[in-house]
């Protein structure tokens, strides 16, 4: 698709456990074109380490990120909408919302949307466990693809807590799927392809 009046770029984060070349992100890069997309990968993982840094860190790499990607396209920020898997989309969410140690409010990075695929609302079996502080300062679109399966957060509870949004949600459910959200990817992306044009 081609970029819109409101969003010039889509920038992409992967979950913890995975990279940049993650299939599902490959296949939504690839059905957005025209439109700008990048895929980046977090420090760690350029490193070559698999544990992730603490959210301090990765929530630098997001606002940098974003900041060159913006400077490559010459377009501000608020021109972009940032998101991707688990980790990647919540840190996403977090430096849109300004949070930064403690969850203390930060400055909020500016962008146009947010896509947060399969969102970890909390760990597996610790639904006591949330991450949720920063929701209630995200007053962007979000665009919520969760499967209806998932062990980090289930439809009613992410419903619940994406309820204090002041933002836009939209939720797109894929049936039978879990975290992982196997098999979904033509519904990701055509889910989000779905989605931008309405960010206007």
């Not at 962008?111 to 909390?122: E, F, N, Q």
């Not at 920063?134 to 007053?139: C, E």
Request: net charge positive.
């Amino acid at each position: 698709m081609k970029p819109t009046k409101t969003v010039k770029g889509v920038l992409l984060f992967p979950g913890a456990g995975t990279n940049c070349e993650h299939p599902s992100l490959v296949r939504l890069d690839e059905s957005l074109q025209p439109m700008p997309v990048r895929r980046a990968d977090f420090a760690y993982r350029k490193l070559g380490r698999r544990a992730p840094d603490r959210a301090p860190v990765l929530l630098d790499a997001v606002r940098a990120e974003a900041a060159d990607f913006a400077a490559a396209l010459n377009v501000a920020s608020s021109q972009l909408v940032l998101g991707g898997r688990s980790m990647g989309g919540r840190m996403c969410s977090m430096a849109v919302a300004g949070a930064t140690v403690g969850d203390t409010s930060g400055v909020a990075l500016p962008v146009a949307g947010l896509i947060l695929i399969c969102y970890p609302l909390h760990p597996p079996g610790k639904p006591e466990s949330l991450r949720t502080e920063h929701l209630p300062r995200l007053g962007v679109p979000c665009l919520f693809i969760s499967g209806t399966r998932d062990a980090f957060g289930t439809p009613d509870e992410l419903q619940q807590w994406t309820a204090t949004i002041p933002g836009p949600v939209t939720h797109v459910w894929a049936d039978g799927k879990g975290h992982d959200l196997k098999g979904a990817d033509p519904l990701i992306a055509d889910a989000v392809a779905a989605w931008l044009p309405t960010l206007t």
